[in-house]
């Protein structure tokens, strides 16, 4: 990375203009409760579908409203999103920045928490504030009949005013169709399913996708076996995340990501469109880093298959053993019943607000209004709008219970 590029990059010109461990929450549907299916929907003011940090910060916000909800999550346990990523995976942002509303992280402010930690950080969110979460539901529709929202996860039924979809932008893995091409005898695997070096074959290892996952995959596995990184490179933050500098540089970084990198801002748009086609900067782990292991970086693309191996754009092929493929995601709604998603695959809303469905909202898309939408420090300010909306358009009906606010709250998430 050239000083040249730093000063180029509209990350370092956005920085520059701005100058538990408690109780494991275990809350799936008794089997009783399962068995129980009936026709007759459920009904709710709101439901939410998705309870990492987004839905639960939604649930949070409208409970401090006195507005009722219930958030319905496909996976057995809160936190999973981050369980089921790779073991090794640290936080590249600080723990003073790794809370969700009301309720700071449990760490030094300058401590980069794990992943597990971060699921059981959250799981105990859920449990303090008694959250109403339904885990192993997992949503396959979502229609309108009439005026209200039908959701629906099997023979379930859920009704309700308002639906907050917050499923998170790490869905459907993205591979390349030329994968299919590669010789068999090379062992493939998307990031979504990587763990540890221990999945991998003898050999060397091709990581395609140069972004954040496929930087500290690469920089883990050039730990024991040669390894390659093809890919476009998407900038990196000119700082240590854990550097002398950070706890100055990250109040700055903050502001960047949620006051100057928005969809207001011409900056912000151009940002939003490169890092929804190429993913955003390195933040942890930086070309640096990676050249200090021995990755070898490879500017090329990976563009195809020749003789059963990749092959990059310049016509080079790689003769590897592994290929990891840090790919990306892709959005999955085609469960919304619903004209609301552009061309672009992404849902077509104002700060989470559907226009077109009144009553519908998203949260935690990639640059959904701001860098920070996808962020766990910006996952309560957007929350927060969306919970104000519903509030305004619920205005009239009775509130639910206020939130219970103390701190040392024990027992179960609450189940509806
Ligand atoms: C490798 C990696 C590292 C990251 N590190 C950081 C970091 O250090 N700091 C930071 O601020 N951000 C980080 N992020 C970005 C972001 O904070 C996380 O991706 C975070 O998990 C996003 O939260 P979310 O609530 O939007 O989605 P998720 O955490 O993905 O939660 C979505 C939830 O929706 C549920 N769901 C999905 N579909 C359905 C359905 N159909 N029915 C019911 N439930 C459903 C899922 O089960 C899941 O629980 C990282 C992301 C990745 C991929």
Not at 264 to 275: E, L, M
Not at 368 to 373: E, V
């Amino acid at each position: 990375m050239t000083t040249g590029f730093l000063l180029r990059s509209w990350w370092f010109r956005a920085m520059c203009a701005a100058v538990s461990g408690r109780t494991v929450v275990r809350c799936r549907a008794t089997q009783e409760e399962e068995d129980e299916v009936t026709e007759q929907a459920e009904q709710f003011e709101t439901v939410i579908v998705g309870g990492g940090q987004a839905g639960l910060s939604a649930a949070y916000h409208l409970k401090r409203r006195g507005r009722p909800c219930v958030i319905l999550d496909a996976n057995e346990r809160i936190g999973d999103s981050w369980r089921k990523r790779w073991s090794s995976l640290r936080l590249y942002s600080p723990a003073r920045y790794d809370g969700l509303p009301g309720m700071p992280f449990p760490a030094r402010r300058h401590a980069f928490p794990t992943g597990n930690e971060m699921a059981d950080y959250l799981e105990s969110y859920a449990l303090r504030f008694e959250l109403p979460v339904r885990a192993g539901v997992a949503v396959d529709g979502l229609s309108k009949e009439g005026e209200r929202y039908l959701v629906t996860a099997g023979e379930r039924r859920f009704e309700a005013d308002h639906v907050v979809v917050a499923t998170g932008v790490f869905r459907s893995p993205v591979i390349p169709s030329f994968a299919t091409e590669l010789d068999p005898s090379v062992r493939q695997l998307h990031s979504n399913d990587y763990r540890s070096p221990a999945q991998l074959q003898e050999g060397p290892v091709l990581v395609v996708g140069a972004a954040h996952s496929g930087a500290d995959i690469a920089f883990e596995v050039a730990g024991e076996h040669r390894t390659l990184l093809s890919g476009t490179d998407t900038g990196q933050i000119p700082f240590r995340v854990d550097g002398r500098l950070a706890p100055v540089i990250w109040p700055v970084m903050r502001f960047v990501a949620t006051r100057v990198l928005t969809v207001g801002t011409p900056i912000g748009r151009k940002a939003r469109a490169k890092i929804r086609a190429h993913g955003g900067p390195l933040l942890r782990i930086k070309a640096a880093d990676l050249a200090a292991v021995g990755v070898e970086r490879v500017v090329a693309k990976t563009v195809g298959v020749q003789d059963g191996m990749p092959m990059f754009d310049d016509g080079q092929v790689a003769e590897v053993a592994n290929v990891i493929w840090c790919t990306g995601f892709r959005n999955d709604f085609s469960w919304i019943q619903l004209p609301v998603v552009g061309e672009d695959g992404y849902p077509e809303q104002d700060r989470g607000v559907v226009a077109a469905s009144p009553g519908l909202y998203f949260l935690g898309l990639l640059f959904l209004h701001s860098f920070s939408s996808m962020l766990i420090l910006g996952a309560g300010r957007d929350a927060e709008r969306v919970a104000k909306h519903i509030s305004s358009r619920s205005n009239g009906r009775p509130a639910a219970q206020e939130l219970h606010s103390t701190r040392t709250l024990k027992g179960e998430v609450h189940r509806t």
